[in-house]
């Protein structure tokens, strides 16, 4: 027992230490906002949970089994898998230790190392491709359907039929429905598709081949984009990320959403 608490009591600032250490770097991810907030909220709250009792396990729990549990140690007791372990061990050590004493003799070898490591890092960041969000593949795609301000029921409904139509015939989609409630110019569509195993294009290669035999059907525009499990966007749209302009002055305002659609290369806006 004695040996437990003079343990625990030598070590007890340095773990202290060390969790706060990293639950302040924790913290700022859990008091971030935006969309890296979103994503890494719960991240940050479980790891900083799984320190604070990692360690309050450390200073009550973990010295008390050690007085209880541990048997006085006894050099002829140990088996063979012991001494294996031991071996392999001494083994990783003894090139642990001369790779460092190599390197150690060589400084601007290692320097060369650490510049060519930060250069092909340079390259890989440039290079490599990046979104905005990481695209989901759960076999399913929404969509939504914009048309005319003035479009009748008839002309609406015979418009979604062949929207439904074109994507039903895609190799990879299993079924697809659409809805339009009447007395307005928005329609939505709900595609599933087949599994993975049965199919060789992801979500995102199905809508992009889908998008050009849509545009094909004039006065309406069907915006298709996989489901996806975190919604980044404030509001309900067609597209996986939104702009929101706000003004005071109306003409401004639409001034300044057209300099954005020419800026962006944007095929779509709404006023609110």
Not at 187 to 195: R, T, Y
Request: hydrophobic share 45%.
């Amino acid at each position: 027992m004695r040996p437990a608490l003079q343990g625990a009591r030598k070590v007890a600032f340095t773990v202290l230490s060390m969790t706060l250490a990293l639950v302040a770097v924790l913290v700022p991810i859990l008091l971030m906002g935006g969309i890296e907030g979103r994503l890494f909220r719960e991240f940050a709250v479980t790891l900083s949970v799984a320190i604070t009792v990692s360690l309050v396990v450390s200073l009550t729990t973990t010295p008390m089994m050690c007085a209880y549990l541990l048997a006085p140690r006894r050099e002829d007791g140990r088996g063979r898998l012991y001494r294996a372990g031991e071996r392999v061990f001494a083994a990783i050590l003894d090139v642990y230790h001369r790779s460092l004493h190599r390197a150690l003799q060589w400084p601007g070898l290692v320097m060369l190392g650490l510049l060519a490591t930060l250069c092909f890092a340079i390259h890989l960041f440039i290079n490599a491709p990046k979104g905005y969000m990481p695209e989901q593949d759960n076999g399913l795609i929404w969509g939504g359907i914009q048309a005319d301000q003035n479009i009748s029921f008839q002309l609406m409904m015979k418009k979604l039929a062949q929207f439904v139509e074109i994507v039903r015939q895609d190799p990879a989609v299993a079924k697809v429905t659409g809805f339009y409630g009447g007395g307005s110019s928005y329609g939505s569509a709900f595609v599933v598709l087949k599994p993975q195993s049965e199919r060789e294009a992801s979500a995102e290669e199905v809508t992009n081949r889908l998008r050009p035999k849509l545009d094909q059907i004039a006065g309406t525009s069907l915006y298709l984009g996989a489901d996806q499990d975190v919604q980044a966007a404030g509001q309900t749209g067609n597209s996986g990320y939104q702009y929101t302009l706000l003004g005071e002055d109306a003409g401004e305002l639409r001034e300044w959403a057209s300099k954005r659609l020419t800026a962006n290369e944007l095929s779509y806006f709404s006023w609110l």
